[in-house]
């Protein structure tokens, strides 16, 4: 049973009141949308470059800009620059009068939640969203952090399996936790390979901003990836004549379901 909060909002905890007189989505109408932060890296040092990436960049700076955010692309950065770019973006007074805020980490991967810089040198991700977290961040304590990631996770592939054929088809305080509200979505389990197409992107990001288009922005956005990984699992993607499946994952510590509503 979902449980919502009962407890009269305080003017500095804004959200939408279902009639039962709890909180039940994230406040979406401050002044600004927010920032959707985009860093891709096609070109390395000494790692096969990513071809396609470009098609990923355009298709999340369509989907995000539709959306009402301010689109901000990094390329090809060190991993020390991919760092330095997230702590700059998490300045305070960027997110004062936003609603949320958005990354997207398209790059080279490897085991340990690990992305690579254009010097093929890798940074944890946990390290990268540790700057936006509520006690780094004030402006965005009790606002969405999303984090869209596009890199490997090992390199384990999926052929998939046959499934059987009946199987396929408390009250609220004023304190948040420092953890709160952050989803990290990925574009594979760990383990395993991300696809992608050199002549039109990747898998999951392609998919990931189909759904996030019109009409599926009347489903909150944790619907919206329960969709986006049906869809990416039902693809098969085939190199050196075998097959290979792919299940996208996300961790979430979103409190309130979030609707991309337009802005009034």
């Known amino acids: 049973m979902k449980v919502v909060n009962t407890v ?19 406040y979406m109408n401050h002044e600004r949308r927010g920032l959707a932060l ?16 470009e098609f990923d960049v355009e298709s999340l700076r369509e989907v995000f800009s539709d959306l009402g955010f ?22 305070d007074h960027i997110h004062r009068e936003s609603d949320a805020f958005v990354c997207a980490i398209l790059s080279h991967g490897e085991k ?3 992305v690579m810089g254009k010097d093929c040198n890798t940074v944890r991700v946990e390290e990268l969203i540790e700057p936006f977290k509520g006690n780094a961040c004030e402006a965005l304590a009790g606002k969405p952090k ?22 396929i088809d408390a009250n609220e305080g004023l304190r948040i936790p420092n953890e709160a509200d952050v ?9 395993y390979v991300a696809w992608r197409k050199e002549e039109e992107g990747s898998c999951y990001i392609q998919t990931l901003c189909e759904v996030l288009k019109e009409p599926s922005r009347s489903l909150d956005l944790v619907k919206m990836l329960t969709l986006v ?8 993607t085939k190199k050196k004549n075998e097959e290979s499946k792919q299940m996208p994952c996300y961790f979430s510590s979103l409190r309130k379901d979030l609707y991309f509503s337009r802005k009034s």
């Not at 990631?149 to 592939?157: H, L, V, Y």
């Not at 990984?229 to 098969?236: I, M, S």
């Open 8 to 26: 009269e909002p305080a003017p500095d905890v804004r959200g939408n009141v279902c009639e039962s007189g709890g909180i039940d989505q994230y």
């Open 38 to 53: 985009v860093i891709s890296n096609k070109v390395f040092d000494t790692s096969k470059n990513r071809i396609g990436t």
């Open 70 to 91: 301010e689109v901000v692309v990094h390329e090809n950065l060190t991993a020390e620059e991919m760092k330095s770019k997230m702590r700059e973006a998490a300045a």
């Open 112 to 114: 340990g939640d690990k």
């Open 146 to 167: 999303l984090f869209f990631i596009q890199a490997c996770r090992g390199d384990g592939t999926d052929g998939g399996v046959v499934a059987d054929s009946m199987t």
């Open 183 to 191: 989803l990290i979505a990925y574009a594979t389990i760990p383990g």
């Open 229 to 236: 990984g049906d869809k990416v699992a039902k693809k098969v």
